[in-house]
């Protein structure tokens, strides 16, 4: 069944460690998305990619980075993980035709400790 | 600037009662504007959106370029409605990444 898919779905670690966060679809789209969503806050976009090997950042800064290797995959890697990371992830994909419609997968909820 | 903006953090209407979700844009040129919404324990997905002018599940949403506003609506609420909803827009680009409001928590009590 064409998806998108995120894992985990919720992580707790501690400071420090690295980290990637998965998000993988089926749906043949060309275009991924991150976005970073605070408790009660809009979600900003963090980083995106219009295909294979093209990756670019977002509105809000942020100290992931991201690869796209392939076209169904598009994870984000944190280095070195801080408490000011902690938010909820959501990727999100879309197609290249007339509707820019996005699906989003069900998020990796991140704490930080 | 590029922007998004839902005044109403939260809305809480009887079932029944008329729904209105406030949502204004502002925007350089001719954006498309969708309507999203997040159910409880589901992922966000697409509600509707300006170009299709269609009605989803009772609710609408006009566009209106004087105001720079994209309201959503629903004559008569039902409980089944309680959710997030998120008002985003994006260029007029095929896959061109979204802007979203803060969102509005709509609560439809009986």
């Known amino acids: 069944e064409a998806d998108i898919y995120q894992t985990p779905r919720y992580l707790v670690i501690g400071t420090g460690k690295k980290i990637t966060l998965e998000c993988s679809q089926t749906?043949?789209?060309?275009?991924m998305y991150w976005y970073q969503q605070d408790p009660g806050m809009e979600l900003h976009l963090i980083h995106y990619?219009?295909?294979?090997?093209?990756?670019e950042k977002g509105d809000l800064s942020s100290e992931s980075t991201v690869s796209r290797i392939r076209t169904e995959h598009f994870p984000l890697t944190l280095e070195s993980a801080r408490p000011s990371h902690t938010s909820q992830y959501l990727c999100?994909?879309?197609?290249?035709?007339?509707?820019?419609?996005?699906?989003f997968g069900a998020g990796t909820r991140l704490s930080v400790l | 600037a590029q922007r998004v903006t839902q005044p109403e953090k939260l809305l809480s209407v009887f079932k029944g009662a008329p729904v209105e979700l406030k949502c204004n844009y502002s925007?350089?040129?001719?954006?498309?504007l969708f309507w999203y919404v997040q159910y409880s324990r589901q992922r966000l997905q697409l509600l509707l959106r300006?170009?299709s002018r269609e009605s989803i599940k009772g609710f609408t949403a006009d566009l209106n370029k004087g105001e720079t506003s994209f309201h959503l609506k629903k004559p008569f609420a039902q409980e089944e409605d309680s959710a997030m909803y998120y008002c985003?827009?994006?260029?007029?680009?095929?896959?061109?990444?979204?802007?979203f409001g803060k969102g509005t928590t709509l609560s439809v009590s009986s």
């Open positions: 999100a994909s879309s197609d290249s035709g007339g509707e820019n419609i996005q699906y």
């Open positions: 749906m043949g789209h060309d275009k």
């Open positions: 990619s219009y295909g294979v090997n093209s990756t």
């Open positions: 925007y350089s040129g001719s954006p498309e």
């Open positions: 300006h170009i």
């Open positions: 985003a827009l994006s260029g007029n680009q095929a896959g061109t990444a979204l802007i």
